[in-house]
């Protein structure tokens, strides 16, 4: 039943061997891990975690190395992460859950679902990056990124990026050139988010635009039956809609599929819960009554 008012949610830290997460949770019912897109902070998540919330129990969390989750002792890796949401949803006393994926979230979705698709039930993807090919780049971009980001793992030379991101003269130009290298959404608050992002949080992001630029899963010779939601702006601006759900089809047989008219991949702020409920809610509630 749509509620006109969200719910209430709590803030908390969980210890786990991989990493302490920062969560919020809110809601009753089943579980729903909510993966994020990169440099996510729990803050610009709130009002999608109370949404979701009137069917689930929500659990959304910073990832190792970004807000206040600690890093990965090791490189990052999506490989991990699914390593870590087997360990929170064991932790939390869940056999099966749901899962949900956005952007570079769907990656971690996919990595995950390989890890764990016996336990997951249904599996939500928002206009998920989940396999190179779908990336709306030319071939000469995506290879200009690739050694871009590759030149950037160098140690030194990510040390000097890092003064350059945390100095308020140079922070500016920085983003201009990431905008102008990887055609990034310029309604996107960088120079904000990059200003107070910690040093380890660029070594996360450039192992996580390496795996963004190199995606690919095998394909199992039987597709899932776990129900999928997928819901893309067909005018993304970075990844392709037909592809992504050419490629989804390959992995699932049982998809509902959302064509959205939006001109961005990420919203320039974060949508109001009456704006989720407004453009989301219908569809949403439809799958739920999917059958699993």
């Known amino acids: 039943m ?6 209430s949610y709590t803030v908390r830290f969980i210890d786990l061997p991989l990493s302490r997460l920062h969560i919020i949770e809110s809601g009753k019912g089943k579980p729903l891990i909510m993966l994020p897109a990169t440099i996510s902070e729990l803050e610009n998540w709130k009002t999608l975690t109370q949404f979701m919330a009137q ?4 659990y959304f969390f910073e990832l190792p190395g970004h807000g206040e989750s600690s890093a990965f002792q090791e490189r990052f890796s999506s490989q991990k992460v699914a390593e870590l949401v087997e360990q929170l949803v064991d932790a939390l006393g869940y056999e099966n859950f749901n899962l949900m994926g956005f952007s570079f979230g769907g990656i971690l979705a996919m990595q995950t679902f390989k890890r764990l698709s016996h336990r997951i039930d249904r599996i939500i993807m928002i206009a998920p990056c989940v396999d190179h090919h779908a990336i709306l ?3 000469f971009r995506l290879s200009l990124l690739y050694n871009f980001n590759r030149f950037l793992s160098l140690p030194r030379i990510q040390g000097h990026f890092n003064e350059l991101l945390h ?8 983003v ?3 905008q102008k290298v990887g055609r990034l959404e310029r309604t996107i608050p960088l120079e904000e988010k990059f200003s107070r992002t910690p040093e380890s949080t660029v070594a996360v992001l450039n192992a996580q635009v390496s795996e963004i630029l190199t995606a690919e899963f095998d394909v199992a010779p039987v597709k ?5 939601y997928f819901a893309m702006s ?8 037909e592809t992504t759900l050419d490629i989804l089809q390959k992995h699932f047989a049982n998809i509902n599929i959302v064509r959205l008219a939006y001109p961005f991949h990420q919203a ?4 109001t819960y009456d704006e989720f409920n407004r453009d989301f809610y219908e569809t949403v509630d439809a799958f739920m009554h999917v059958k699993i």
């Open 234 to 241: 067909i005018n993304d601006p970075l990844l392709r809609f």
């Open 55 to 58: 069917w689930f129990h929500v």
């Open 137 to 139: 780049y030319s071939a």
């Open 268 to 271: 320039p702020r974060p949508f």
């Open 2 to 7: 749509l509620h006109s008012r969200p719910s």
């Open 224 to 228: 899932y039956n776990t129900p999928c």
């Open 167 to 174: 100095n308020k003269h140079t922070v500016h130009l920085v």
């Open 176 to 178: 201009k050139l990431l």
